[in-house]
């Protein structure tokens, strides 16, 4: 795992914690595909504060020198999906959490505790 991909994720969940995000979870999912190493998902309780979420994860890693390749979903804010190529963000309303369960969709990839990574 590139040194690279960790320093993004610290930065993405710093930045999630920064807006108090909701139940942020991380899966290290570098062993079972090829799409990108973490997937960092997390929940805000409206629209407003998704996207302030959005706004600062993408304020926070563009000047690290990690802008975003791609934003899926911010006009609507009830699942928000930030590329930034090895890590990749998505911010869900409660509902649509639940409703997606990336989770357990992505089981095969192995949760890492949040405290491991500061």
């Known amino acids: 795992m590139e040194n690279k991909s960790l ?15 909701e139940d ?12 990108a190493d973490y997937f960092i998902i997390a929940g805000g309780s409206n629209r407003n504060q998704i996207q302030a979420l959005c706004d600062n994860v993408q304020e926070t890693m563009g000047k ?23 890590v990749i963000v998505h911010i869900f309303d409660k509902e649509n959490r639940l ?9 095969d990839g192995k949760q890492v505790e949040i405290d491991t990574l500061k």
């Open 64 to 86: 690290a020198g990690f802008p975003e390749k791609q934003v899926e979903g911010y006009d609507t804010a009830n699942w928000v999906l930030i590329d930034f190529g090895d």
């Open 24 to 35: 942020i979870r991380v899966i290290d999912i570098s062993q079972v595909t090829v799409i």
């Open 7 to 21: 320093e993004m994720a610290k930065l993405a969940i710093a930045a999630l914690e920064e807006k108090k995000a």
């Open 99 to 107: 409703l997606y369960d990336l989770e357990r969709i992505w089981g």
